[in-house]
């Protein structure tokens, strides 16, 4: 079952927020929060956190096993070693081998069960549905990403100093920011002032 991103409401602890779209569900969840500098955007602080991201939007599964510590943990180290390969690729410098096994590691565990509803109209999730298998389904897209047609179109946003990292499913091919109402306008507004300013 393919999933298509939609984005998610991304929220700036210093205030505001935007809707981002990475334009993968596994490149979406990479922005969830992270380590050292970003670990202020944490937004997994508890295992029901985790569920609660997983059932919202894409890859829409509803937890039917609670999800555990271990899983939570889990979940981070994917989502590191999905932000690394990303910023690599992106760089297009060597994935970190680091990232690669960890990315592989997710994967290799049996993955979310597409099930089709009884008229044959919608699909849902299988039950048991457990993070552990949502985990292996974001990190199969993953793969799927950096082997297959888009791969070289994994970016990083290019505003100033912003690391948002996305990949580009647009018929051009042009996509630049990580959103236009945050970096996009910015950027505008900035070029605007510059020629203001080169106008006497
Ligand atoms: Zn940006």
Request: hydrophobic share 45%; with cysteine; net charge positive.
């Amino acid at each position: 079952m393919r999933m298509n991103a939609t984005g998610r409401v991304l929220h700036d602890p210093k205030g505001g927020s935007f809707r981002f779209d990475a334009g993968a569900v596994c490149l979406d969840f990479a922005h969830t929060g992270g380590e050292g500098q970003y670990a202020i955007f944490e937004s997994l602080h508890e295992p029901a956190d985790l569920a609660e991201w997983l059932a919202q939007g894409p890859p829409a599964a509803v937890m039917t096993v609670t999800v555990t510590a271990h899983e939570l943990t889990a979940a981070k180290a994917l989502r590191q070693a999905i932000w690394d390969a990303a910023h690599a690729r992106a760089a297009g410098r060597p994935l970190p081998a680091g990232a690669v096994a960890t990315i592989n590691r997710a994967a290799a565990a049996a993955p979310l069960i597409p099930e089709l509803t009884a008229d044959g109209t919608t699909a849902g999730w299988a039950p048991p549905v457990r993070a552990t298998q949502a985990l292996s389904t974001l990190a199969r897209e993953m793969i799927e990403l950096l082997s297959g047609p888009l791969a070289q179109r994994i970016r990083e946003c290019a505003g100033d100093n912003c690391p948002l990292v996305f990949v580009d499913t647009s018929r051009p091919g042009a996509r630049r920011w990580c959103a236009m109402e945050r970096c996009g306008n910015r950027q505008k507004l900035r070029a605007l002032r510059a020629r203001q300013a080169m106008d006497p």
